[in-house]
């Protein structure tokens, strides 16, 4: 064997063990950032139970289809407040909502809250034209933890 062949073959090897060094180097980068990033989109937070079907929870039509009225009776005992998140599709403005929070009084049993489907600014409304129904989401916080209710409602 001359020694041209030796070098070509000895460098040919160089360049395999480059290669397969580099092939496991950039493998390896990846499986982990494959694990950070699955790891990122597990969720982190607990699922929250569902409040205890004794709870009424109502929404009423008001103001020809302007308002709706939150009627909430008989909620756990220790609530401090209701956040509330209401969502709907508009006709001309896609999908809009309306959100806020109850603060409980001292043994307060039921809730009655206006809510207008639209915005209001200076006095004047721009009212909604809801199409379809209308998703109720609500939140109870108090001693007890926190608590879901969640209802599509036809208004």
Request: hydrophobic fraction near 30%; aromatic fraction near 4%.
């Given at each position: 064997m001359n020694l041209g062949k030796k070098n070509l073959m000895i460098i040919g090897a160089v360049v395999i063990i480059v290669l397969l060094i580099g092939g496991v180097l950039v493998a390896s980068r990846r499986t982990t950032q494959l694990k950070e990033i699955n790891e990122e989109l597990l969720p982190t937070?607990?699922?929250?139970?569902?409040?205890?079907?004794?709870?009424?929870?109502?929404?009423?039509?008001?103001?020809?289809?302007?308002?709706?009225?939150l009627q909430i009776k008989d909620f756990?005992?220790?609530?401090?407040?209701?956040?509330?998140?209401?969502?709907?599709?508009?006709?001309?403005?896609?999908?809009?909502?309306?959100?806020?929070?109850?603060?409980?009084?001292?043994?307060?049993?039921?809730?009655?809250?206006?809510?207008?489907?639209?915005?209001?600014?200076?006095?004047?409304?721009?009212?909604?034209?809801v199409l379809g129904k209308i998703r109720l989401n609500l939140r109870f916080t108090g001693d007890y933890g926190d608590k879901v209710f969640e209802k599509e409602y036809e208004i």
């Open positions: 937070e607990a699922v929250i139970p569902t409040v205890d079907s004794s709870v009424s929870v109502d929404l009423i039509s008001a103001s020809a289809g302007r308002e709706v009225t756990p005992n220790g609530t401090e407040s209701i956040d509330y998140e209401l969502s709907y599709q508009t006709k001309q403005q896609g999908l809009q909502g309306v959100i806020g929070t109850i603060q409980m009084k001292n043994n307060e049993t039921s809730v009655d809250k206006t809510l207008t489907l639209g915005t209001c600014s200076s006095g004047a409304c721009v009212y909604h034209q």
